[in-house]
Each structure stands twice: as structure tokens, then as C-alpha cells.
């Protein structure tokens, strides 16, 4: 009966639902440092209001935290027995190039949804909106309060999720839609680092600067080398296929590509010559063969080497990597041995330690089976590359949206959804939380 009335409340808001998506869709919410007033910057600001507005004609409760995050809570008063929360986010990656579409306006075409965000993680995100908001309407019996945690700093450390525990209490159990089916119970290790190459001041050739789109959170699409000789100045360039870095070797590394362009005859005579064949030769392998930390218990289980900036910094080469590891390694021992293989200076950036829950829980099993009443898909809880809220917020994991075999979507140009996995989502959401409230 629960499934019916789901499915006829789905239908009943779906021109809406895909309303207040192209509101969403439609604002470029990357990170900024122009501004004095919002912590972000101006667009991630204007794209939380506009879920704040959107929350409060859904009928939610709402709350701005000082623009860190937004809440939409489904009871007006706190409950002593706490609540569960939904954490996803608002802020997206730069759309990048290469485009078919445009990345901040929502298109349907052959079956799907288009734009930056619609997966990662603005449309994962209004489908827990609508799914809790079905449910209040189906007026089922609730044993605790939802609040809706919708952050505007995941793509760039999560900031804003220390910022909110600090002013609200954690959930007594929640969930984040920012990564995959089934249940994810645990989340690998990530440690980030950087290696400083020294220059060789006594070469003809100088790099002088290296241009590209960089960030930790994807495996870039192009480099540019510029160099200078005595003679004349001039530049290498390297394509590539853009991938998230959790999931690199879905993608061609420019960086790798652009140094690989540099002719032999002047790498010879370049003042970081040396320096980038050693980067080639350990850097390039994404599983860390060379470097020793290779580890692989399964398909998902492996360590995973990213390699996703290089700049020139007071006359060094400085190399930026993130490393995933499984949830039966320890990454003291891998920075140990990355330390054994090189003797640059290596600092230590970030170490995000793995995150493990009961795979068995009775709240991991009710997700569980709202899951695979839905999909009819396995639903045994896994674990994840990735690193999602459930590192820095207590009590949560991750839960969706991407389905088995949909890799490399999110940070992508083009990112999509399937429309008909968007009303699934849906649907998936609201049955799980039903059963979890009511089990």
C-alpha cells in the first residue's frame, strides 16, 4: 500500500520537482574568496537561499547557519529524542569545457537530465527533499524529527560541516545522498600530501609556468607547459580525460601527458629535467605500484593513487596527490613507505582516517531493504573510495545516488542523471526512511 501511494504522490509532483531542479541547477554555486559577507562566495549563497525558499514552500521548517548550511526541518520544535539528518550540498565543482550542454541549465535529452549538479549533489538532493516531504504528506508516524543539513562546502574540505556541529547537535542517525548504492558502511582512508622537487638552477631551458584547471577533487583535462630558452619562448601541451579522483583511472591525466610531450632534447637541458622523470616514473602508475603502496583485496578495495596538481612555488616543483586506501590498511604505513621511495620533502596535508559502521545495524538494515524493494537490486552494505559527510558528521553514512556500474559522471563535463534513476531516487529515499521509522 506504501508503494502505491508513494508512486501516485511522485507522479502527482513531478512538473514541480522539475521546476525547483532547473532553479537550482541554474546557479554556478562554486567556491569563492571574493567575498567579505558569505563564506563561499556570493553564488553559493544565492543558491542556498533559493533551497531555503524552496524548503519553506514545501512546508519545512528553515534555518540559514550563518551561510555555512541550511536546515529544513520537518518538526518545528526539537525533540529530546533527537532527529535524523539528511547532509547533502549545494556547492558543485567548475563546469570545466567541453560541454554539449549548458552545464548550468537543466536539459532533458534522450532519457536524461543534464547540468553541473543534477548527481553531485543538487538533484541527489531534492529528491531526500521530496521523499520526506511525501512522507509528511502520507502522514506516517515519525518517532523522531528529519532535518535536511544542506551544506555549501563539500567539494573543498567540509568546512561547513564543522561550522554547523558546532552550532547544532549531531543526528542520532542520517544518511548522505553523495555516493552510491547499496548502503555504504565504510569509507577508505584518504590521506593528501605533497612532494617538493628542487630546481637545477645551472640548465638553459626554465619552466616558467604550468596552467591548467587543478583541483583535489578531479583528475585534470589539460596542461599547459610554458617554457623559455635563450631563444625563444614556447609551450607543451597535455590533453586528457577529466576523472573524479576517487575513481582516477576512469580518466587520461593531463599533467602525465604534458610532461610526457616534453621532447627528450630539452628535457635534457630543463631546470626541473630531472625532477619530472622522477615524477614520471612515480607517478604515473594510479594503483602505487612504484611507490610500493599497491594493495588490492577486490574491484573496489585498492589503493588508489591521484595525482591532481603541479605548480612552480619560491623555485620548486611542488606535486599534489590524494591516496585512497582500503578499510584494512593503515596509512601510516603507506606514508611511511612513500617516504622510503623519495627523498624530497613530503608534507603531509590532510590524513582523513577510515570510517567504518555496522554493516548489520538495524538502521543500515531498514535502508537496506527500502534499497532493494525499489532497485531489486543486491543489497549488501559496501564500502567506498569515496569521502563523503559521513567522515566529519556523527552517526551518518552514505546512501546513493549513483547506481552499480554509474562511474566517472560527477566532475564531469556533461554530468547527467537518468531521468527515470531521478524518480527512482525518489522513491528509494521515502521507502527507507518509512522503514526506518516504523521498524
Known amino acids: 500500500m506504501i508503494n502505491t501511494k508513494i508512486d501516485e504522490l511522485i507522479e502527482k509532483y513531478k512538473p514541480e520537482i522539475e521546476t525547483n531542479l532547473s532553479r537550482l541547477i541554474a546557479i554556478p554555486s562554486i567556491k569563492s574568496t571574493n567575498s567579505t559577507k558569505y563564506p563561499y562566495g556570493e553564488e553559493i549563497n544565492r543558491c542556498l537561499e533559493e533551497a531555503l525558499k524552496i524548503g519553506d514552500e514545501l512546508g519545512f521548517y528553515t534555518k540559514n547557519i550563518d551561510g555555512y548550511a541550511g536546515v529544513l ?69 515519525f518517532k523522531s524529527n528529519i532535518k535536511i543539513v544542506m551544506g555549501t562546502d563539500e567539494e573543498s574540505g567540509m568546512s561547513d560541516m564543522a561550522y554547523f556541529l558546532k552550532k547544532e547537535t549531531a543526528p542520532i542517525f542520517g544518511f548522505t545522498p553523495d555516493c552510491k548504492f547499496p548502503v555504504v558502511y565504510g569509507e577508505n582512508g584518504i590521506i593528501r600530501l605533497s612532494i617538493t622537487f628542487k630546481k637545477e638552477e645551472t640548465k638553459k631551458i626554465t619552466l616558467e609556468e604550468i596552467e591548467g584547471e587543478f583541483s583535489r577533487a578531479y583528475i585534470p583535462d589539460k596542461t599547459i607547459l610554458k617554457l623559455k630558452s635563450a631563444e625563444k619562448s614556447f609551450s607543451i601541451v597535455g590533453e586528457g580525460k577529466r576523472a573524479p579522483s576517487n575513481n582516477p583511472y576512469l580518466g587520461k591525466n593531463s599533467i602525465i601527458s604534458a610532461l610526457n610531450n616534453i621532447p627528450k632534447d630539452i628535457l635534457e637541458n630543463l631546470d626541473y629535467g630531472n625532477s619530472i622523470k622522477k615524477i614520471l616514473k612515480y ?120 547506481f552499480p556500474g554509474e562511474k566517472g559522471i560527477a566532475h564531469n563535463k556533461d554530468e547527467y542523471m537518468d531521468i527515470e534513476s531521478f524518480f527512482k531516487l525518489i522513491k528509494i529515499y521515502a521507502l527507507s526512511i518509512y522503514y526506518y521509522m516504523n521498524e
Not at 532533458?108 to 538532493?125: A, F, H, T, V
Not at 577486490?298 to 611542488?318: A, H, P, Q, R, T
Not at 627523498?343 to 555496522?358: C, R, S, Y
Request: aromatic share 8%; proline share 5%; with cysteine.
Open 283 to 402: 607517478l604515473s602508475d594510479v594503483y602505487g605500484n612504484i611507490l610500493k603502496i599497491n594493495y588490492q583485496k577486490s574491484e573496489s578495495e585498492k589503493v588508489l593513487v591521484s595525482f591532481y596538481d603541479l605548480k612552480i612555488k619560491d623555485n620548486n616543483l611542488i606535486a599534489s596527490l590524494s591516496i585512497r586506501y582500503p578499510v584494512d590498511c593503515d596509512g601510516n604505513i603507506i606514508i611511511q613507505k612513500i617516504k622510503n621511495e623519495l627523498d624530497e620533502d613530503i608534507n603531509i596535508e590532510a590524513h582523513m582516517p577510515k570510517v567504518l559502521h555496522n554493516p548489520n545495524s538495524q538502521e543500515i538494515k531498514a535502508l537496506s531493504k527500502g534499497y532493494f524493494e525499489v532497485s531489486g537490486l543486491d543489497s549488501n552494505p559496501v564500502t567506498t573510495t569515496g569521502g563523503t559527510y559521513a567522515r566529519k558528521v556523527p552517526n551518518i553514512i552514505a546512501f546513493g545516488p549513483s
Open 73 to 141: 526541518s520537518l518538526m518545528k520544535e526539537e525533540d529530546e529524542k533527537g532527529y535524523m539528518g539528511i547532509f547533502g550540498h549545494l556547492d558543485v565543482v567548475p563546469a570545466g569545457s567541453g560541454w554539449n550542454y549548458p552545464p548550468f541549465e537543466l536539459t532533458k535529452d534522450n532519457g536524461r537530465y543534464y547540468g553541473r549538479g543534477i548527481l553531485d549533489n543538487k538533484g541527489s538532493l531534492l529528491s531526500t527533499i521530496y521523499a520526506v516531504k511525501i512522507l509528511k504528506d502520507l502522514k506516517i508516524n
